[in-house]
């Protein structure tokens, strides 16, 4: 049972590095937490499970609100991608990442779980990498147009985690079938100047045929 089951995770990440060959890179740092970045009193319960496509999240709540904990900020335009993908490579079981809509504020007044709980989207359910050399993921879908703020935090007190390398990878698609995301509609202005563009080149070709 236990080789099918290994089998199966094999499958199932080479399916999703296939699929993700082709995705919209948004994000990709390798980066750590330190002492300069901002705290938050309390964190994210870890509940085991990764927020996918299929379906919101329930908001896992919050623990240990009189604790402070380190946490990062990464802030990413969706653009036509909200489908979002977020992998992140690390061996520290002291860290945790998920992810947010337009804005996070985990102090706000209020109670505890308000702040955490606005604008919340999804978390990747556990810390660390499942396997050895086999990245965690979670999913999110985030309305187009909008901003996605990744948040990397650590788990322990006493700035447990903090220091503790990571590889973030986030990437959009246009859809769940891990569809690219079509370009960007141009700006007015980059269509008018394609307009005036055209028309001076069809005006050198109507008098190079007067010449002619």
């Known amino acids: 049972m236990k080789s099918i089951l290994k089998i199966g995770t094999l499958l199932v990440g080479l399916f999703i590095a296939t699929g993700t060959a082709q995705a919209l890179p948004l994000l990709d740092v390798t980066d750590a937490l330190s002492l300069t970045d901002p705290t938050q009193m309390g964190r994210l319960s870890r509940d085991g499970v990764p927020s996918d496509w299929s379906a919101a999240k329930a908001f896992p709540g919050v623990i240990n609100t009189t604790t402070a904990y380190h946490y990062h900020a990464y802030l990413i335009d969706v653009g036509l991608a909200p489908f979002i993908q977020i992998i992140m490579d690390s061996n520290s079981v002291n860290l945790f990442v998920s992810a947010y809509d337009t804005t996070y504020a985990p102090n706000s007044a209020g109670?505890?779980?308000?702040?955490?709980?606005?604008?919340?989207?999804?978390?990747?359910?556990f810390s660390g990498d499942p396997f050895p050399g086999d990245p965690a993921f979670f999913q999110v879908v985030v309305p187009v147009g909008h901003q996605l703020l990744v948040i990397v935090n650590n788990t322990l007190a006493a700035n447990g985690g903090v220091g503790d390398s990571f590889h973030l990878l986030v990437e959009g698609f246009a859809d769940t079938d891990y569809t690219d995301p079509p370009p960007a509609v141009p700006e007015p202005?980059?269509?008018?100047?394609?307009?005036?563009?055209?028309a001076l080149m069809a005006l050198k070709r109507a008098r190079a045929r007067a010449r002619g």
């Open 111 to 125: 109670s505890p779980n308000f702040g955490f709980n606005l604008n919340y989207l999804g978390d990747a359910g």
């Open 189 to 198: 202005t980059t269509m008018v100047l394609s307009a005036t563009g055209l």
